[in-house]
């Protein structure tokens, strides 16, 4: 694994992936989350444990063994939940999953058992609640956290991981206005072949296309323009950009959809207020006096 910044880790199989590292305020969110899971986990083992324990023999239960119930019945909570959690949801915990957190490995790929587990037990041991010197061990977790590049803490470091982002903040743009050149020749084509799926291809790429880099943005642009080309009758004048075409495309369409829309919409209101030139007379419900 090898990594490029931050945000940007490449795997073993030399894929560059872009993640957004959580930081302390996600995760102590989802932290506060799943102690509220926990928390309502302990009361109802709790419960089940005294049931339990009432059922039996009076000559089996004793202080002792009340004792021990309580803190095997605390270490299944607070080590087994997030251990067996985001090891059957591939790293994401109740809290993790509100927040839009996802527990990775440093390489980017899917985490497993000895990963969620060992994340769990440092984190019982040192961080929360903290076996050993808890007060001392909170502040250098979350030291750990602060100086981190990507927000890891020391169960992250001692298993491998990291917490990322699966929900991505995207800056979408207005798609570019209809290019005037090229309004005459999109009045008169056939667009009616283009799905509703590939034009929403093109509109997120047209929406997106500042955030990609050379050459990839022109690949899927070339891509996108000869797909839609290929679908759409009489071909454009020659030498039009493909971010143009796409544009143009796009605009004309949404026109002639707004048009369509607006006609249904007036033909609708026509007809059910009974105005003239609908053609279709709207009559009383209530007859009138017979001549």
């Given at each position: 694994?090898t ?16 993640v957004?590292?959580?930081r ?51 270490v ?24 839009g ?15 969620a ?175």
């Amino acid at each position: 694994m090898t990594v490029l910044g931050e945000g940007r880790v490449v795997n073993a199989e030399a894929v560059a992936l872009d993640v957004r590292p959580a930081r302390l305020g996600s995760r102590a969110l989802a932290l506060a989350v799943d102690i509220g899971v926990q928390a309502v986990l302990v009361l109802f083992l709790l419960l089940l444990t005294s049931l339990t324990l009432r059922a039996l023999p009076p000559s089996l239960v004793d202080e002792a063994l009340f004792d021990t119930s309580l803190r095997l019945v605390i270490v299944i909570v607070l080590l087994g939940y997030p251990a067996v959690v985001e090891t059957v949801t591939n790293g994401r915990s109740l809290g993790k999953a509100v927040v839009g957190l996802r527990v990775i490995r440093e390489d980017g790929g899917p985490i497993r058992a000895r990963h969620a587990f060992t994340r769990a037990l440092v984190g019982f041991a040192v961080e929360w609640p903290g076996l050993l010197l808890p007060l001392v061990t909170w502040v250098v977790s979350l030291g750990t956290m602060l100086g981190s590049s990507r927000g890891r803490r020391l169960g992250d470091l001692a298993a491998g991981t990291m917490v990322v982002h699966v929900r991505r903040p995207y800056s979408w743009q207005p798609v570019p206005p209809m290019p005037p050149a090229l309004a005459g020749w999109i009045s008169v084509a056939d667009l009616s072949a283009i799905d509703d799926r590939l034009a929403l291809a093109a509109r997120q790429y047209l929406s997106r296309a500042y955030l990609l880099r050379e050459p990839q943005r022109s690949r899927l642009s070339r891509e996108l323009a000869t797909e839609v080309a290929d679908r759409v009758r009489p071909a454009p004048p020659p030498g039009t950009p493909p971010d143009a075409y796409l544009a143009a495309v796009l605009a004309e369409r949404r026109r002639r959809a707004e048009g369509s829309l607006s006609a249904a919409r007036s033909l609708s209101d026509q007809i059910t207020t009974g105005s003239p030139g609908t053609g279709v007379p709207i009559r009383s419900a209530t007859p009138g006096p017979r001549p």
